[in-house]
């Protein structure tokens, strides 16, 4: 009889993504398909949050990325956005111990003098008690969009050269890169989206020019540990060529 084998014993350890972003899509319909309110999907989507943060740091995965609010988001009903910034709160402060239980350090990215000053202290408090943990950064965009960071660090840079410290040629893609909201962060080889929608909606755009996409048709709050290993292994089956030909990459290894 053949071995009937969990997905996660597929997963070659020694070729994982380092860095995995998720955009975690799809809450409102979840909910609507069950005659609720749209927040009663975000509030479902934290177990979510919680299954993949553990099964990425349990595989070791170094960084993931979660999309939890864009800059375009604010445009939504306030109800909504008040009660997702509630819902920050209340789950930022719960989850410190589960994030110090598993070693995983909390880090954010984004505009974050724009969140509400409550969101922002439990934002810096619980960065601060999970700040010695070393198995895998989980990186929250809040109040975040590409075109953001990009245009942030086009002023960083350009106040660098104003001061005299920068000249023109010296700015190359290694120095934008260094300029972005947290510069150590690699760019993600995988990015996941959830809820059958094919956009990257304005997510890590300079680091994304070379990431794997996948998508699923999960919504957020039904997304489990074997929808992550099922990304991984998709993730692991495609070649990563960089613009290079398949010969170039067999013949020289890259
Ligand atoms: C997108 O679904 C989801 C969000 C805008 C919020 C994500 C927030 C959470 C999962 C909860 C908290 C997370 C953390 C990290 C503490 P949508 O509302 O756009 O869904 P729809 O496309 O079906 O309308």
């Not at 009663?40 to 177990?47: C, E, I, L, T």
């Not at 840079?157 to 150590?184: F, H, R, T, Y």
């Amino acid at each position: 009889m053949m071995e009937n084998k969990n997905l996660i014993d597929t997963i070659d350890r020694t070729r994982l993504p380092k860095h995995i972003a998720i955009i975690m899509d799809g809450n409102g319909r979840w909910a609507q398909q069950r005659g609720e309110e749209r927040v009663f999907g975000h509030n479902s989507g934290v177990q979510s949050v919680r299954e993949t943060a553990e099964a990425a740091a349990e595989l070791g995965v170094k960084f993931i990325t979660l999309y939890a609010f864009s800059t375009e988001n604010w445009n939504r009903p306030k109800d909504e956005v008040d009660a997702l910034m509630q819902l920050l709160v209340v789950t930022i402060s719960n989850e410190v111990k589960t994030l110090n239980d598993n070693n995983i350090r909390l880090r954010v990215i984004g505009n974050i003098h724009c969140l509400d000053p409550q969101v922002k202290k439990e934002l810096e408090e619980a960065m601060e008690k999970t700040s010695g943990n070393t198995r895998m950064d989980m990186f929250l965009a809040l109040s975040y969009s590409g075109r953001w960071e990009i245009v942030d660090a086009i002023k960083k840079i350009v106040i660098q050269v104003k001061e005299g410290k920068l000249e023109l040629e010296q700015i190359n893609e290694k120095l934008v890169s260094a300029n972005m909201n947290a510069p150590d962060l690699p760019d993600p080889e995988l990015l996941i989206r959830t809820s059958g929608e094919y956009r990257t909606s304005n997510f890590l755009m300079w680091q994304t020019a070379y990431t794997e996409l996948f998508f699923s048709s999960k919504l957020w709050p039904d997304f489990r540990k074997d929808d992550l290993y099922e990304a991984i292994i998709d993730f692991q089956h495609r070649e990563r060529r960089f613009g290079k030909t398949s010969e170039q990459i067999i013949n020289c290894k890259g």
